[in-house]
């Protein structure tokens, strides 16, 4: 540090920003005035000791991460930050911290669960079609600062049983004089070998109006891009049973008198007597994931194998990330009384991508058959569903091996998937008395979201085949071609055109709330109260369209008659990279597929005139998807701080009291007698329920620098907004139908925590907590006998288990109770000039161990079959390890973070078709120069051992498996930047 600039003891400018920004609301106080000539020192120990003094004063159980953290820090989004609090956890996903596909929240967990609620600066923010924000739309160097509440108190909103995320920007009150900060940086992707801006900018003022008066503004503004590589080798999941029956075998050769043909139709007859060669014949699956013996002699039976995770595929994508964002805000304080305030912040996310996938149609004839030793048990079937002795089905798997006589397809595609988020907020704090602080505060939030992902794929010609060399082992597996070119438009024809994912979300709301505080004396200190009225409206909509690229508009014929040539449309063709996972996987690439920029605007259409494909813009709306929502959501709260003890002893108790009122409506076929053929009809539901939520903090110093927390709290997080779309999808053939439930009721979690912290001085601190949360009312999809809204009685032939003409109804039912418990340990040390050459160096570190429930009924409401299962994306183990040094001109970090295996979505009844998410480490650092006292110089690196998230089969435990899934291969990052500050940032 700058050894002639003031040092304000324990106050930080984040310090000033967070009791600013809380001002009349969770902390109730006014901010100390700083001088105009002081200067705040920054860096990483001022943060540090800010983040310290968060944790320390807080009733709540918090943890912090401010600017200058997240400043020095390499992430490349918030939910990368997130991930380095103590006891979080960020689902990644092409190379950076994601939202997982297929409406699983933000991918961010707390604690073992993913029901969080997100707030920015105190107000609820949720991105389009959803209840939680995506973090991953946000850059760290548009925030102040975040903080983690794991164990909410009543006056904040619900929403999370989780915890809370609350996000804060900048405020004009933290700035006294003219204030400008600029920012480039400059990010690549060792294996996009695309470099990519990031520009930060923000300018403040405040102005002095005499009287007491004084106004403030400003403006910041972000402009990210991302462009990284995810090569990978999504492989088949299920058993997928083979019977092995060699070339040179009897039973072989009668099968190829029999003119027997394998998946592709290459005759048997070619291989008769073949020592080396091995024809695999399907063996059919039961219900409980075991062979078919039905038929087989003792010895077919002991030639039957396991093929799982065999068919690997080549799939390589270009994903671009953009994120743009915009804060700005004012404020105007009349006197030291009261002050009006208006603020507006905007996140706008495009994830981008160009895919191109190359997979093969395996042969059944296999040359050189290598197999390994597997035990396939009971339990990896069918969780030994039978009961008893879990016994072996079978003892060996495919290694792998030439599969003769192979045909492939290849894709090529491109998603589009823009979302944006703004919202505009104004309110007033006053201060009548100078034991009485009131606040109003109206926001105005609005969301969409839109995802446009077409593809094309290509088959190959007539009589044409390869050879696809196999080997289901290693990280990654290994896949190797050799036949015809790959490249070569001549050896493939066209075979459809899919753009089945293309909807569109948008949502809106707003929230009005009051709130205020009121000192007392006696035991209770302080009574904070307030209420709040929010509403949040979602609609969607469908434009999906597909169809296939041949004559008939059927699926390619095994001559190709149908069909037509590549080499027609040769230009609207390229070849993919020819460095997949650089070679590590056998196949290095250079396939040909259809160009990801010949598919968009109306490229396709113009291609195939004859198909009847829309303009763009016009594509009609698949009417039976639409669904709109809409919810109002009612809450009071009352909450009281106490102490005694001179302070000793300190807290609060309060209660939160919530009404929820739904509205869901979902469009779906009128299959009714006489309806009209493409007819739809309206299905609307609604519900309403109430919350009590009771909540206390305590906390008592042992010593001075040493204290022992307490919490209790109650918390609800509502149903994800899918599943009270009241949508119905029928099958009239087999009596069977799916629907949702408006009637779900909110997850319910009563949470416990003990913590233990120790403080060595205002920067250095060691804790450990442990915490427990006790949930109820796990929604499970279960089967159950019901009429239907959209159709006339059930009267098929197939038994589906019902009587009367009633459906067998999979729909989602509140039912079971889980838990999420385990405990953190966490410390950061500084070291100080007594330890001479370490003088500039700390050491900073957590562990959390959690161990979760989700219990899941994989029978019916009248027949229950419960299975208690991890919570999904959630590591029993993880830890976090970062080392930092700081001196008046470097400073840097290094930081290592591990986690153990998850669930991946979620489990199957049967564990053969899960996949879990394996251990995996990864490692970032960075380095800042201060070229000067307002410029510096940044270089960072991540994932510098090139680890990523790869999948294998089955489920952590148990049942996990050493068969991998998918092997992700995303490369390394590395960026360079200058950042320049004027004023006192």
């Not at 009563?750 to 920067?763: G, Q």
């Not at 410390?827 to 330890?835: I, N, T």
Request: proline share 4%; glycine share 10%; hydrophobic share 35%.
């Amino acid at each position: 540090m700058n050894q002639h600039r003031n040092i304000v003891p324990n106050l930080s400018l984040v310090a000033v920003a967070l009791a600013q920004a809380f001002a009349g609301s969770a902390y109730a106080q006014q901010a100390p005035a700083v001088d105009a000539n002081t200067v705040v020192v920054t860096g990483i120990r001022a943060s540090a000791q800010s983040s310290v003094a968060i944790k320390r004063n807080t009733m709540e159980v918090v943890d912090s991460i401010t600017a200058e953290d997240i400043g020095k820090l390499p992430d490349t989004n918030v939910g990368e930050t997130l991930s380095r609090v103590p006891g979080v956890q960020a689902y990644r996903f092409g190379g950076e911290a994601s939202a997982p596909w297929g409406g699983f929240g933000s991918g961010v967990t707390i604690r073992g669960l993913g029901y969080t609620a997100f707030q920015t600066n105190g107000r609820q923010y949720f991105s389009a079609g959803g209840r939680e924000f995506n973090v991953e739309a946000a850059v760290p160097g548009m925030v102040a600062g975040i903080d983690v509440y794991k164990n909410p108190s009543a006056e904040h909103i619900e929403g999370g049983i989780g915890g809370l995320v609350n996000v804060r920007t900048r405020k004009p009150s933290e700035f006294r004089k003219l204030t400008a900060s600029l920012g480039v940086n400059y990010r690549e992707n060792d294996l996009a070998k695309k470099a990519e801006p990031e520009l930060n900018g923000l300018i403040a003022n405040s102005f002095d109006l005499g009287g007491g008066s004084r106004i403030g503004v400003m403006a910041a503004a972000t402009y990210q891009r991302s462009t990284v590589r995810n090569d990978n080798d999504p492989a088949n999941r299920g058993p997928n049973f083979k019977r092995a029956i060699r070339g040179d075998s009897a039973e072989y050769a009668s099968l190829a008198a029999q003119n027997m043909s394998n998946a592709n139709n290459a005759p048997m007859a070619a291989y008769v007597g073949r020592s080396d060669v091995t024809f695999l014949r399907n063996v059919s699956a039961t219900g409980s994931q075991t062979p078919d013996m039905t038929g087989l002699t003792a010895e077919q039976q002991s030639n039957v194998l396991l093929g799982t995770s065999l068919t690997n595929n080549v799939f390589e994508e270009v994903i671009m990330r953009t994120r743009k964002g915009l804060n700005l805000a004012a404020d105007y304080r009349v006197d030291n009384t009261l002050r009006f305030y208006t603020e507006a912040n905007y996140y706008y996310f495009q994830y981008h991508q160009n895919y191109r996938g190359l997979n093969s149609n395996d042969g059944a004839n296999v040359q050189n058959l290598q197999t390994t030793a597997f035990n396939y048990d009971e339990a990896l079937a069918n969780r030994n569903s039978n009961g008893g002795a879990n016994n072996q089905i079978l003892n060996r798997r495919i290694l792998g091996g030439t599969f003769l006589d192979s045909t492939v397809t290849t894709v090529g595609g491109d998603e589009h998937t823009p979302w944006w988020t703004a919202i505009g907020a104004f309110g007033a704090e006053w201060t009548p008395t100078p034991g009485l602080s009131l606040k109003g505060d109206f926001n105005y939030i609005k969301s969409d979201k839109r995802s446009d992902n077409r593809s094309i794929r290509l088959d190959s010609a007539a009589g044409l085949t390869w050879q696809t060399t196999r080997v289901a082992d290693g990280a990654p597996q290994s896949l190797q071609f050799s036949g015809p070119s790959l490249s070569d438009p001549k050896n493939f024809v066209f075979k459809d055109y899919n753009n089945g994912q293309h909807y569109h979300n948008t949502d809106s709301g707003f929230a009005m709330a009051l709130s205020g505080t009121y000192d007392l004396d006696g035991f209770f200190n302080k009574l904070r109260f307030g209420g709040r009225y929010a509403y949040q409206r979602d609609m969607y909509q469908n434009y999906g369209v597909s169809t296939w690229l041949t004559a008939d508009k059927k699926d390619v014929n095994a001559t190709r008659s149908n069909a037509t040539s590549a080499t027609t449309l040769a230009g609207n063709l390229e070849t993919a990279p020819a460095n997949f996972m650089r070679g590590e996987a056998g196949y290095s690439g250079g396939y040909l597929v259809y160009s990801p920029d010949a598919l968009l605007g109306d490229k396709v259409r113009t291609a195939f005139p004859g198909f009847g494909l829309p303009a763009e813009g016009s594509m009609p709306e698949v009417q039976i998807n639409r669904s709109v929502f809409g919810e109002h959501d009612s809450a009071l709260y009352l909450v009281g701080d106490f102490s005694a003890f001179d302070e000793r002893l300190k807290g609060n108790v309060g209660v939160r009291y919530v009404q929820t009122r739904t509205k869901a409506m979902a469009r779906a076929n009128d299959l009714r007698a006489g309806a009209a053929a493409g007819a739809w009809v309206d299905v609307a539901k609604a519900n309403n329920y109430n919350n009590v939520l009771p909540t206390f903090n305590m906390t008592y110093d042992l010593m001075p620098d040493t204290l022992v927390r307490l919490g209790y709290g109650r918390g609800m997080t509502r149903p994800g907004l899918g599943d009270l779309n009241p949508t119905i999808g029928v099958n009239t053939s087999t009596g069977t139908a799916g629907i949702g439930n408006t009637k779900l009721k909110p997850l319910v979690a009563d949470s416990f925590d003990i913590s233990l912290e120790h403080y060595f001085n205002k920067t250095n601190y060691a804790s450990l907590a442990l915490f427990d949360k006790e949930i109820k009312d796990f929604p499970n999809s279960i089967l159950s006998c019901e009429a239907l809204d959209n159709v006339g009685p059930y009267s098929g032939a197939i038994d589906n288990g019902c009587t009367g003409g009633l459906y067998a109804v999979s729909k989602k039912v509140n039912s079971e109770k889980g838990y999420a418990r385990g405990f953190e340990i966490a410390g950061q040390y500084f070291f100080d000039s007594s330890f001479g050459m370490l003088k500039n160096f700390g050491v900073s570190g957590s562990y959390s161990f959690v161990k979760t429930d989700n219990p899941l009924n994989f029978g019916t409401a009248a027949a229950p079959v419960i299975v208690h299962t991890l919570q999904p994306f959630v590591s029993k183990n993880n830890y976090t390890l970062a080392a930092m040094y700081e001196d008046n001109k470097l400073s840097g970090r290094l930081t290592y973070t591990w986690r153990s295996p998850s669930v991946l979505f979620g489990v199957d009844p049967y564990p053969i078709w899960s996949r879990y998410i394996k251990a995996y480490g990864m490692l970032d650092a960075s380095v800042n120069y201060k070229i000067a006292d307002n410029l510096t110089l940044r270089v960072t690196g991540q994932n510098l051992t090139n680890q990523a998230g790869n999948r294998g089969v089955g489920v952590p435990g148990a049942t996990e498996t050493q068969m991998e899934f998918q092997h992700f291969y995303n490369g390394r990052i590395y960026s360079l930047g200058l950042n320049y500050t004027f004023g006192n940032l």
